[in-house]
């Protein structure tokens, strides 16, 4: 019930098409949701993150989609582009227990 | 501010030895976790100290142990490591005061590699 289901493990989009990452949870006590992005040798940098009180959050190309009901979320990366290859992780985490819950990743790949 | 700082970034050890790593916290913050990446399996969470105390731990074996010090940086050891112990291991800070997001901030993580 603490894991988070993230897919695809890979994907290789073409420069200026929309990039999709789903990721799928269980416990209904997670209340805050972030996204996270790893280049090579560094660590992950918060991109993106929302709260279940909202279905959409958006900065800039990078879109959050939250639906509480099936209990999913996604990134949408809009025009990507070939800077955006990396590895996104989500996170599930509950207020109160500073724990964060991550996915396995998906490592992005923008071809130019 | 200086980010979240790790050291060595990368250390090859050999099956037996033990090993400890260090993290330095944004200045301010009080948390400290600790995690163990690995191809395919993610972020794997080993601990996470808060004002000197272990506040929650992950699912690992007793060989993994951690401490943070009154100035909140964090060591993590593992003894008698084993070749499974590769991986990056990567240290993030956060306020954690109750008021600000729990946003966790990660250093580059030290690269451990057992032979």
């Known amino acids: 019930q603490q894991q988070v289901k993230q897919s695809p493990q890979s994907l290789i989009v073409q420069k200026g098409g929309i990039s999709i990452i789903n990721c799928a949870y269980e416990n209904t006590a997670f209340d805050y949701f972030p996204w996270y992005q790893q280049f090579p040798g560094k660590g992950p940098a918060l991109l993106i993150a929302?709260?279940?009180?909202?279905s959409e959050k958006k900065e800039g190309r990078f879109t959050i989609s939250f639906n509480k009901s099936a209990k999913q979320f996604s990134l949408h990366i809009m025009d990507s582009q070939p800077g955006d290859s990396a590895t996104y992780f989500c996170a599930a985490v509950t207020s109160g227990t500073y724990k964060y819950i991550f996915g396995t990743g998906t490592r992005l790949k923008v071809l130019a | 501010k200086a980010g979240v700082t790790q050291t060595p970034r990368y250390l090859i050890k050999t099956r037996g030895q033990q090993v400890t790593l260090s993290c330095s916290p944004i200045?301010?913050?009080?948390?400290v976790s600790w995690y163990q990446q690995t191809p395919g399996q993610g972020l794997q969470f080993l601990f996470e100290?808060?004002?000197?105390?272990?506040?929650n731990k992950g699912n690992f074996p007793g060989r993994f142990s951690g401490r943070q010090f009154s100035n909140s940086r964090s060591e993590m050891n593992v003894s008698t490591l084993e070749l499974g112990d590769s991986a990056l291991y990567l240290c993030?800070?956060?306020?954690?005061?109750?008021?600000?997001?729990?946003?966790?901030?990660f250093g580059a993580g030290t690269r451990l590699s057992v032979l």
């Open positions: 929302i709260r279940p009180d909202v």
């Open positions: 200045s301010g913050h009080r948390s």
């Open positions: 100290y808060f004002s000197e105390t272990q506040r």
């Open positions: 993030a800070s956060s306020l954690n005061d109750g008021v600000a997001k729990n946003i966790q901030y």
